[in-house]
């Protein structure tokens, strides 16, 4: 769904009169659903600061701007804070207002020109398909001393924009953690430092959920594990280097602007764990398939075992 509104700014101010802006509720064939982006259509390339301010004023999650550029359109994305390289539902809620306002026929493939080089959108029916850039993993040197701490000899080593990068022990089924990113949108972000060590608690609990932490039972029902000393659980010495950045989208539902942090480190880092372990054992032909991924079901799925 779009709606849409003119605005203009004083001209004194080398501000662009007459532009029109869109609010466009991507993924939803009715309003108030469906994830909200803004559009503005220029004429012309306007200052940084000016389009993070409308950005700002919007308050969505990303506010997009488009100029005629070439053969196409020059797009880039604001959140209410910062500029951001990438963001697919602004790119498709853009791809939209163009067809919608006459700015392009139905028939004519979006082209637009960002940070992430060229993307485009085309219609197929009532879809819109986007082509983005594929980030593939390349090999690369190992950085000096990954052999040593790992105990193994590298089977390869690569370097991509995946949030994890795993070696995996094929003789024993041990998995070491080399690196994990983590982004949160906290809203507004009061203490950064205690924010970062919540993220970085709420990663370590996604970890022990997925490499270490299982309750087992004998056929009687009999708990096998009940004491620390037979649960596993995550120890500082085997986490890997924790990075945290923010995305900071100011809620309305306080006058703060702050939301709720730690949860999102929980939830994400399991999957992005055990997405990394099968990616590492995919040139093996080989797929553990149930948490917590111990060595015993990474050689069982090795047929090590």
């Not at 909200?36 to 308050?59: F, I, S």
Request: include cysteine; charged fraction near 20%; aromatic fraction near 6%.
């Amino acid at each position: 769904m779009i709606g849409g509104a003119a605005g203009a700014q004083n001209e004194s101010a080398n501000q662009p009169m007459g532009f029109a802006l869109y609010q466009v509720d991507a993924f939803s064939d009715h309003p108030f659903a469906g994830n909200p982006a803004a559009v503005c259509l220029l004429r012309a390339p306007q200052e940084k600061h000016w389009m993070q301010l409308v950005a700002r004023e919007m308050n969505l999650s990303e506010t997009a701007f488009l100029h005629p550029e070439n053969d196409g359109w020059r797009l880039r994305w604001f959140t209410p804070t910062v500029e951001v390289s990438l963001c697919g539902h602004a790119t498709l809620a853009s791809a939209h207002v163009l067809w919608e306002t006459g700015q392009l026929t139905p028939a004519a493939t979006a082209r637009f020109y960002t940070e992430s080089g060229l993307l485009t959108a085309e219609r197929i029916g009532s879809r819109i398909e986007l082509n983005f850039p594929a980030k593939i993993a390349v090999p690369t040197e190992p950085p000096k001393g990954l052999a040593e701490a790992l105990g193994v000899k590298p089977l390869a080593v690569c370097r991509s924009a995946f949030d994890y990068l795993v070696e995996v022990d094929t003789e024993t089924g041990f998995v070491k953690l080399l690196k994990h990113w983590c982004v949160e949108d906290s809203g507004t972000v009061i203490n950064p430092m205690l924010v970062d060590e919540q993220l970085r608690g709420g990663v370590v609990q996604g970890i022990g959920a997925a490499l270490y932490e299982e309750c087992l039972y004998d056929a009687q029902g009999q708990m096998l594990n009940a004491n620390m000393a037979d649960y596993l659980v995550p120890m500082s010495g085997e986490m890997p280097d924790i990075v945290c950045a923010h995305i900071e989208t100011p809620t309305k539902q306080s006058q703060l602007g702050a939301k709720g942090v730690g949860e999102a480190g929980t939830a994400g880092a399991p999957g992005a764990v055990m997405n990394a372990i099968n990616d590492a054992l995919s040139p093996l032909g080989a797929r553990v398939n149930s948490m917590p991924f111990t060595p015993e079901k990474i050689l069982k799925a090795l047929s090590k075992v």
